[in-house]
């Protein structure tokens, strides 16, 4: 079975892992986890003026590689056969299509339960998930963080 676990690297990543764990080992899943990196609005124009320098950018893209690299070590250290992956685009597009691309069976997302006001004004990930995927989907509740 290949399953692909999509983190936000935020603390609640921890309950996404954890599900990770215990689904690979009871069915010796290939993990695949996937972090998505949402890109940078492109703004040209002669007002512009860059809020985050390409620097401070390209070490937060490298702490995030080194951030999802210790989660796929954590997970060998315990016996589960874990990938990284990082793609940068649209949350729920990306997590979709790449679990198309590594032929994936189950989807692992985490919820963070921000309510039904934030849900409907700013939609959410894992509903996004929900909606559009064709494959099973295990969403983990991530409560009080």
């Given at each position: 079975?290949k399953?692909?676990a999509a983190?936000?690297?935020?603390?609640a990543?921890?309950?996404?892992?954890?599900?990770?764990h215990?689904?690979?080992?009871?069915?010796?899943?290939?993990v695949?986890?996937?972090?998505?990196?949402i890109?940078?609005?492109?703004?040209?124009?002669?007002?512009?003026?860059?809020?985050?320098?390409?620097?401070?950018?390209?070490?937060?893209?490298l702490?995030e590689?080194?951030?999802?690299?210790?989660?796929?070590?954590?997970?060998?250290?315990?016996?589960?056969?874990?990938?990284?992956?990082?793609?940068?685009?649209?949350?729920?597009k990306?997590?979709?299509?790449?679990?198309?691309?590594?032929?994936?069976?189950?989807?692992?997302?985490?919820?963070?339960?921000?309510?039904?006001?934030?849900d409907a004004?700013?939609?959410?990930?894992?509903?996004?998930?929900?909606?559009?995927?064709t494959?099973?989907?295990?969403?983990?509740?991530?409560?009080?963080?």
């Amino acid at each position: 079975m290949k399953l692909l676990a999509a983190v936000d690297l935020s603390r609640a990543s921890s309950y996404v892992i954890e599900a990770v764990h215990r689904v690979a080992m009871a069915t010796d899943a290939e993990v695949y986890l996937l972090h998505v990196i949402i890109p940078l609005p492109s703004i040209a124009g002669p007002e512009f003026n860059p809020v985050t320098e390409p620097r401070e950018v390209s070490e937060r893209y490298l702490d995030e590689q080194e951030q999802l690299a210790g989660m796929v070590k954590q997970l060998v250290d315990i016996g589960v056969n874990a990938t990284a992956l990082i793609v940068q685009g649209d949350p729920v597009k990306t997590i979709l299509s790449e679990a198309r691309r590594v032929d994936a069976e189950l989807i692992v997302a985490g919820s963070h339960g921000h309510g039904l006001l934030f849900d409907a004004l700013l939609g959410s990930v894992s509903a996004g998930i929900l909606r559009r995927s064709t494959l099973p989907v295990l969403i983990v509740p991530v409560r009080g963080l």
